[in-house]
């Protein structure tokens, strides 16, 4: 499962590219709008964290397919080839799907709330689909069974260049209920990705074993100069 960090916060993105195994960041307008810089500053500098080859993620936010494009053309132009344009699916999002795919533009449908909405947009060619699980448990449905059963509509239908990029987490058990599942791809807060192992507990077993060899070899020695 690919891991992508969810953020546009440049010192949380260095670090969490420095110290975990990261496929590529995310952003909406949303997250874009918290920093209050022109948006193509930003992404360029997220762009250069990362390095060319990472995939990076942009949302248009034309109301028409043919903005929309139009969008699609300019954020590929400034940002590179691997980055993929987030398509919201509605209908004009669905409409500017099939100019993408046409024209070898890599894209990703954004704002899924509905298992169908994900259908439709692997069925035009999006190489991602994003359900935004915990907006879905917040409306009283299933984030996490929401998400798995477009993984399994994408599976069942052959869409084999398909698959999630799910989104939208506010705790890990959320993003492990899908990695033990097989989706293709989650985006996550540097926060939670933190918190994949930020527990007392780990961090205190691991002081013991610091403890215990330093009773051992003596203070500040390890493997390397015992
Ligand atoms: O990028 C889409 C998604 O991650 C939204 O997350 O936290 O605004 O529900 P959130």
Do not use: W
Not at 28 to 54: A, M, Q
Not at 60 to 74: K, P
């Amino acid at each position: 499962m690919k891991l992508c960090i969810d953020d546009a916060n440049l010192e949380k993105i260095k670090r969490i590219y420095e110290y975990y195994p990261i496929d590529g960041v995310s952003t909406n307008p949303t997250i874009l709008s918290k920093y209050g810089r022109n948006p193509y500053e930003l992404l360029k500098d997220i762009r250069d964290v990362i390095g060319e080859d990472k995939e990076l993620f942009v949302q248009v936010t034309g109301e028409t397919a043919d903005i929309m494009v139009e969008e699609a053309h300019r954020i590929i132009q400034e940002l590179g080839s691997s980055t993929l344009v987030k398509v919201p699916c509605v209908p004009e999002g669905f409409k500017a799907m099939k100019e993408l795919k046409n024209e070898q533009i890599r894209f990703i449908g954004t704002a899924v709330y509905t298992p169908m909405q994900g259908y439709i947009a692997a069925k035009a060619g999006a190489e991602y689909i994003a359900p935004y699980v915990n907006r879905i448990d917040n409306l009283g449905f299933d984030g996490v069974q929401a998400s798995k059963d477009i993984h399994d509509i994408i599976q069942k239908a052959g869409f084999t260049y398909s698959g999630l990029l799910a989104a939208s987490f506010k705790n890990v058990y959320q993003v492990l209920e899908l990695a033990k599942y097989g989706v293709k791809a989650v985006t996550v807060s540097p926060d939670i990705i933190e918190a994949f192992a930020g527990s007392h507990e780990i961090t205190s077993a691991v002081a013991q074993f610091s403890h215990d060899f330093a009773s051992l070899v003596g203070e500040n020695k390890t493997m390397a100069d015992c």
